[in-house]
């Protein structure tokens, strides 16, 4: 008895508390209904409350235009849940009616309002379109299995889908655009007749174009108006190009096979009994694209030295981690560079530090955001550099040269000129200092630099020939002039390596693609397969691109195998990269892979140590 006390008491005060809570969202009120509709054909509007609304409080809005052919008819719901120990209390109330679109135009339905707490709240207006073209149904797939009452049924299936029922289209943003210059490809499947599903799905490969994907993953299906009819819409795939070389670049057609369920009516079924006649029927339709040509057209002449193949609207910003250092402490020069168009294609200005500075590898970060215009975003280089000598110096401006499509024409931005201080070091580490002078602490008094006079015979020597003019001296003086001389040589040469950029690409060549290797080996040991191809195209570009000096703007595989050519007998490496590129190309989207992964990650490794074997820098 006491234990069923204790529990109708918690009960109850359980009952209290839920009653008692607060909403935790703010009371929203809006209207849902299609857009597009055709004439006579019955659609729902719904008014949506997530909260509990005033007795007889809701005023729907004139109809006009429209027949009521039910309603209101009213739901209501509600859930609790509680999560480590909060409770929060959510109510959905609904208010729908079933109307008929009369006849075509434009037809807006006004607010609809209602009270929460003696407190009004309003939907914003819809307006609803009405076309003449009549709209096909697309009922929800038959979970039943399929008949197969004969040729006759099945043709009468395939006659039911009309040409124009099934399309899939692509469309371009542009269809004529700069080198470099990004447009937007979308494949749009429409369709008036239900699909239950897809079969030999094949994207063009884009040749001649850097390609970044879009995620369409949550694309829905839409009503939309093509040509005067009603269709169902929904975005298949949708990427950004980037034309590599210019001329007329073919966008290839895609394809896919479509499986639309037709029901069909048996006369010799009609039976009630046996579902009134009606059989369902899988019909598969082969949908494509047409050829799409894109006309790209040549950079302008006259660029400046700082461009290497920014195109799009870009802003610049830079600066230094102090203005006054110590010797042989490390600072950092950052450029950030903000804009919109081919943002994965920018490279590091390029830096003019002292001779006195080391500089390091740039570290490269970047957030970037496909959109209908480019990709959009920031990448930001970070310079670390050390220096080692104390005294005044100057960091001068850096160029960064874009071209902007929209004026046709170069623009460059440059940075501030910057001076730094640099201490001499505390820490007790050696600056090479000009000009150092003794103090006094830097003079040792000895207390017996003269001593008293000798007082016995002391014993004479010939003395020797002094070093000084001798001929140790000059051979001496000989190897310190080599040993400085080489030393200075070497110097020179390492400042000028250092400030050759196509140089030092060269060298890292190989170390930045097999970082890149190692990415690809573990999207491959994961069975990533879009993600393995995408980052090999990215090593074996990135290589040719560094190793042999070519921007990215002229990346391509001809201009790859007239490099190779000039230097050296590279035949068999150039055709062993345009068919890796290609595989990897059609391998990046093709349902059924081409050619093993490991295969191709082998082949990439092999192509590179045969490179590296032959092009040494």
Same mark, same amino acid.
């Given at each position: ?10 009960? &109850? ?69 509680? /999560? +480590? ?36 709240? #309003? ?125 007329? &670049? ?5 394809? /896919? ?64 981690? #102090?203005?006054?250092?110590?010797? +042989? ?16 294609? /920018? ?8 001779? #006195? ?122 190897? /310190? ?18 400030? +050759? ?57 001809? +201009? ?15 055709? &062993?990269?345009?068919? &890796? ?37």
């Amino acid at each position: 008895m006491k234990v069923f006390f204790c529990k109708a008491t918690f009960a &109850l005060i359980l009952a209290i508390f839920v009653g008692s809570v607060a909403r935790a969202d703010e009371v929203s009120f809006s209207a849902n209904a299609p857009m597009i509709v055709s004439a006579g054909e019955s659609f729902r509007i719904e008014f949506s409350l997530n909260a509990e609304p005033d007795d007889n409080s809701f005023q729907a809005p004139d109809f006009t235009g429209f027949d009521v052919l039910a309603g209101p008819a009213i739901s209501r719901g509600q859930s609790i849940q509680v /999560i +480590n120990g909060a409770m929060t209390k959510s109510i959905n109330y609904t208010i729908t009616y079933v109307l008929l679109a009369q006849q075509s135009g434009n037809f807006t339905i006004d607010r609809a309002s209602i009270s929460v707490g003696k407190k009004s709240y #309003s939907t914003q207006p819809l307006t609803i379109e009405v076309t003449d073209q009549p709209a096909r149904q697309t009922p929800q797939p038959q979970t039943g299995s399929t008949t197969s009452s004969g040729p006759e049924m099945q043709a009468e299936a395939q006659e039911r889908i009309g040409k124009d029922d099934l399309m899939l289209r692509l469309s371009v943003s542009k269809q004529s655009v700069y080198k470099g210059e990004p447009l937007l490809a979308t494949f749009k499947l429409y369709r008036r007749v239900p699909i239950v599903g897809f079969e030999e799905i094949k994207f063009p490969s884009f040749n001649g174009f850097w390609t970044q994907d879009i995620d369409v993953s949550n694309a829905q299906w839409q009503r939309e108006t093509l040509n005067g009819k009603v269709y169902e819409s929904t975005v298949v795939k949708e990427c950004l190009l980037y034309p590599q070389q210019a001329g007329t &670049l073919v966008i290839d057609p895609a394809s /896919i096979t479509a499986i639309a369920q037709i029901v069909v009516q048996n006369a010799r079924l009609a039976d009630p009994f046996f579902g009134g006649g009606h059989e369902v029927y899988n019909v598969r339709r082969k949908l494509q694209t047409p050829r799409v040509n894109i006309q790209v057209k040549e950079l302008p002449a006259g660029a400046p030295s700082s461009f290497t193949g920014a195109v799009g609207r870009f802003s610049m910003e830079s600066s230094v981690s #102090s203005d006054q250092l110590a010797a +042989n402490s490390a600072g950092t020069f950052t450029v950030k560079i903000t804009g919109t168009g081919n943002l994965p294609f /920018i490279q590091a200005p390029r830096l003019t530090l002292p001779n #006195s500075f080391e500089q390091y590898n740039v570290k490269t970060t970047e957030s970037l955001r496909n959109s209908v215009n480019g990709t959009t975003g920031y990448r930001q280089f970070e310079y670390p550099f050390i220096a080692r000598a104390d005294g005044e110096y100057r960091i001068d401006s850096i160029l960064f040269t874009y071209f902007n499509p929209a004026r046709k024409e170069y623009v460059t931005l440059t940075s501030p000129t910057y001076r730094l201080e640099i201490t001499p070091d505390q820490s007790g580490g050696e600056s090479y200092t000009a000009n150092r002078r003794l103090s006094k602490e830097d003079v040792e008094m000895l207390c017996e630099d003269i001593r008293f006079i000798r007082l016995n015979n002391p014993r004479l020597h010939t003395q020797r020939e002094p070093l000084l003019f001798s001929g140790l001296y000059f051979g001496l003086l000989g190897v /310190i002039l080599i040993v400085f001389a080489g030393t200075y040589i070497a110097l020179r040469k390492q400042i000028r390596d250092s400030q +050759n950029a196509a140089l030092i690409r060269g060298r890292r060549a190989n170390k930045v693609a097999i970082q890149r290797f190692r990415v690809a080996k573990t999207y491959m040991e994961q069975q990533n397969q879009h993600a393995f191809y995408e980052e090999m195209l990215r090593a074996l570009w990135g290589y040719m691109s560094d190793k042999l000096n070519i921007p990215v703007a002229n990346l391509t595989k001809e +201009n790859v195998r007239e490099e190779l050519f000039k230097r050296g007998d590279l035949t068999n490496e150039a055709q &062993l990269f345009s068919d &890796l590129i290609s595989r990897c190309d059609e391998a990046q989207y093709s349902p059924v892979a081409s050619a093993r992964m490991s295969d191709v990650y082998q082949e990439g490794l092999d192509l590179i140590s045969r490179i590296e074997s032959t092009i040494k820098r």
